[in-house]
């Protein structure tokens, strides 16, 4: 018995010594920072959620990156829009031939845009979800930049329609000021560059397309004439259309301020 008891003592004392003896070791090799509960596991936990933490900024990265390339490709299908195919730049275009004679025609709106008509056309277009294409009077944008912006985020295309809409001659100078400002001010305010251009009145010989033409601007003109400038009932303003409307045909419409702009027996298509 008393050789059993002499056994078992310092067996205690063995285990007692060595953990001691490793916990002096730790606390050479172990930074300071750490603690004992550190050292066991019982804050195993806290780092889970630190790497959680961190897993879920790489995904908020990730996210960030690619919702980034959907709005640049967002961006590049809207300017691709307002943008002609290369084999038109430079021509004057009264209308398209169709992809595989589909019955489709093109909308387009002039002169704006104005605060208040334009919003309303932009409101029906949503509403009925069309596109149109909305040829810009710099002056009228510099005044109402928001609806620039509305135009091109409800996805519709932006073109040029001079600074002032004049239709007298210009010489070269004034010519190039009237379409580039115009054209600066659309990306500016849209991002958008666009090459379309559509001279007001349909003015072809007073130094504005002869500007388009060596700028490689796409002159688009149109097949069919709403006149609506004229202020007609709404049956004979749907008829004016109707009667000359055929697939790749070009609508011409106003979204306001035509009147304004110009007197009426000044006006003409």
Not at 184 to 206: E, M
Request: hydrophobic share 40%.
């Amino acid at each position: 018995m008393e050789n059993r008891k002499i056994f078992v003592l310092p067996h205690k004392l063995l285990i007692a010594l060595l953990l001691f003896t490793s916990t002096l070791c730790l606390s050479f090799v172990i930074p300071k920072s750490w603690n004992l509960s550190q050292i066991i596991g019982i804050n195993k936990p806290k780092i889970e959620i630190i790497n959680s933490n961190a897993d879920n900024q790489q995904r908020v990265a990730e996210f960030q990156t690619a919702m980034e390339a959907s709005l640049n490709e967002q961006l590049k299908q809207k300017n691709l829009l307002s943008v002609s195919p290369t084999s038109f730049n430079g021509k004057i275009i009264y209308e398209i031939k169709p992809i595989g004679n589909k019955k489709v025609i093109a909308l387009t709106f002039d002169d704006g845009p104005w605060k208040n008509s334009t919003r309303q056309t932009l409101d029906i277009l949503k509403k009925n979800n069309i596109k149109a294409t909305f040829f810009v009077v710099g002056q009228a944008l510099k005044n109402n930049p928001e609806l620039g912006k509305q135009v091109i985020t409800e996805g519709h295309a932006i073109a040029n329609h001079t600074w002032h809409h004049w239709y007298h001659f210009m010489n070269p100078q004034v010519a190039a000021f009237e379409i580039d400002k115009t054209t600066d001010l659309i990306y500016q305010v849209t991002g958008v560059k666009t090459n379309l251009f559509r001279p007001p009145g349909g003015h072809l010989s007073n130094g504005l397309v002869a500007h388009a033409r060596n700028k490689k601007y796409a002159t688009l003109m149109w097949s069919a004439d709403s006149r609506d400038f004229q202020q007609p009932a709404p049956e004979t303003l749907v008829n004016n259309v109707i009667k000359n409307a055929r697939p790749g045909g070009i609508i011409l419409l106003h979204d306001g301020g035509a009147i304004a702009l110009v007197p009426s027996k000044l006006y003409l298509r």
